[in-house]
């Protein structure tokens, strides 16, 4: 796995922005409509309520919009867009291209589709275009889950929403945010997560749950190893938002504390591309990362993909 050159053109953050689905749906909502109950759910997942409705170019909008402001920068001035997304609104054009003429975009546009390591996947391609002479790309992870979720089927409709994060990565002059990142696939694991087109997610629970811990660690320990840092060094841990067993079990592998994890999962339930980036904003919003601070993402998904980018925190 390439470690990063020295001298490679560097990029952070300058801005970022969230959307949620418009309808809040609890788990008392589910379990009117299915075999299941609020204090099971809140157990076994840590979920309490999701946020369904809209589609991805919508929330993307919403989300995309709120970077560009907060950056300041007219859309005309950004180099690309990056959509994560595994849900697109139609299998042609890709999504981005409808997020891309909606936010008066003048960019070339494409989608990333890495499952809920998504947005991961698309932060580290957004870095090589600025390394490849981008100034300013917008990346954001979206997905609307709920259309492909089966809402009679209590294995998978009790995890997974809708949402959608998204950021502005500007060149900067110094060495950039990135310090460490590791992408992973392993296509044999295939059937363990897979939605068939115009059909509904197919889930082995069982076995995602015993291959996410390990994936995540691994992937983890190779981005901490590339950036040169160890578990004592990271300030802030962003897993994928998919259960909080499978969070905290990953971060107590990793020797990292749980008082040090971003966690929205209780709110937003599992949205995939989306996840990452609505956890690592929502703590940037509270204020729970300072300039400098490190911070590890790390995701997994179907494929079986998994996922990790260590940051110093440099966006004002
Ligand atoms: N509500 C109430 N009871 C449920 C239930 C639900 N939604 N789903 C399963 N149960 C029951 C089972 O029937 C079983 O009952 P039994 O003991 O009487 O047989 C019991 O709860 C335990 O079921 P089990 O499947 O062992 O639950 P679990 O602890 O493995 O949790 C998942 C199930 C899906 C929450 C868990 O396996 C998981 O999160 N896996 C990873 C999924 C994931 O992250 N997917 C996205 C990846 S990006």
Redesign the pocket.
């Known amino acids: 796995m390439p470690t990063i050159p020295s001298g490679v053109r560097g990029a952070t953050f300058t801005g970022w922005g969230t959307a949620l689905g418009h309808e809040i749906v609890t788990n008392d909502d589910l379990a009117r409509s299915?075999?299941?109950?609020d204090q099971?759910?809140r157990e076994?997942?840590g979920i309490e309520r999701r946020h369904v409705g809209g589609s991805t170019a919508e929330l993307s909008i919403v989300s995309g919009r709120a970077a560009l402001s907060m950056a300041g920068l007219d859309p005309t001035s950004i180099d690309a867009l990056v959509l994560a997304t595994t849900t697109p609104d139609r299998t042609v054009p890709a999504t981005s291209a409808t997020i891309q003429n909606s936010l008066g975009l003048r960019c070339g546009a494409f989608d990333v589709n890495a499952?809920?390591s998504g947005f991961v996947y698309a932060l580290v391609t957004a870095h090589g275009l600025v390394a490849m002479g981008a100034e300013r790309v917008l990346l954001i992870g979206t997905d609307t889950l709920s259309r492909i979720t089966d809402w009679t089927d209590?294995?998978?409709?009790?995890?997974?929403a809708d949402g959608s994060g998204a950021a502005v990565l500007e060149h900067s002059a110094d060495r950039g945010h990135l310090l460490g990142w590791d992408l992973d696939a392993d296509g044999s694991a295939e059937d363990a997560?897979y939605c068939d087109i115009g059909g509904f997610v197919q889930?082995d629970?069982?076995e995602?749950?015993r291959r996410?811990v390990r994936i995540m660690v691994d992937s983890a320990t190779k981005s901490m190893a590339h950036a040169g840092v160890t578990a004592d060094d990271i300030a802030l841990i962003v897993p994928?938002q998919?259960?909080i067993?499978?969070i905290s079990a990953a971060c107590d592998r990793l020797g990292v504390p749980m008082e040090r994890a971003a966690v929205v999962i209780q709110d937003t339930g599992?949205t995939?591309s989306a996840s990452i980036p609505l956890a690592l904003f929502d703590a940037a919003d509270r204020g729970r990362i300072n300039a400098g601070d490190l911070v590890l993402m790390v995701g997994?998904?179907?494929g079986m993909t998994a996922a990790s980018a260590i940051v110093s925190w440099g966006a004002r």
């Open positions: 299915m075999d299941t109950n099971w759910i076994r997942t499952a809920c209590r294995n998978t409709a009790v995890l997974f997560l889930m629970g069982k995602v749950f996410a994928h998919a259960n067993r499978i599992n995939s997994f998904g179907a």
